[in-house]
């Protein structure tokens, strides 16, 4: 199995930024696409932005895109997620997400490996 654990939410206010990080165990990182999702109080899950296992491959959910940028470094066993520009309704608990597949990316039932989630709130 693959351990995850996020890093680096809080509490900012609007148009501000967060880096995120996602730590993975283990030694086969880079057969992983890596992906970020948030659920928001009261709401589902939902797909936020998703990576190809060499840094190739990025997409990302039409609410974040151009505001947020999904890596990963390898050599770490890392991912990141770079919030700018942020909103209130970017309110939630962010959680990274690994799976072997290469499609369907955009799907929970995609990813079977989570982190714990780590909170991230946006003050208006």
């Known amino acids: 199995q693959v351990l995850l654990e996020e890093s680096g939410g809080g509490l900012v206010q609007t148009g501000g930024s967060l880096r995120l990080s996602c730590a993975a165990s283990g030694r086969t990182f880079t057969r992983y696409t890596m992906a970020w999702f948030r659920q928001a109080p009261g709401k589902e899950r939902e797909f936020v932005a998703t990576?190809?296992?060499?840094?190739?491959?990025?997409d990302y959910a039409d609410s974040v895109k151009g505001r947020f940028t999904i890596s990963r470094d390898n050599a770490k066993n890392t991912a990141y997620l770079q919030m700018n520009s942020l909103k209130p309704e970017d309110t939630g608990n962010y959680y990274c997400?690994?799976?072997?597949?290469?499609?369907?990316?955009?799907?929970?039932?995609?990813?079977?490996?989570w982190g714990q989630g780590t909170q991230v709130t946006i003050s208006s």
């Open positions: 997400a690994a799976t072997m597949r290469s499609s369907t990316l955009r799907a929970r039932g995609s990813y079977n490996y």
């Open positions: 990576i190809g296992r060499s840094g190739g491959g990025t």
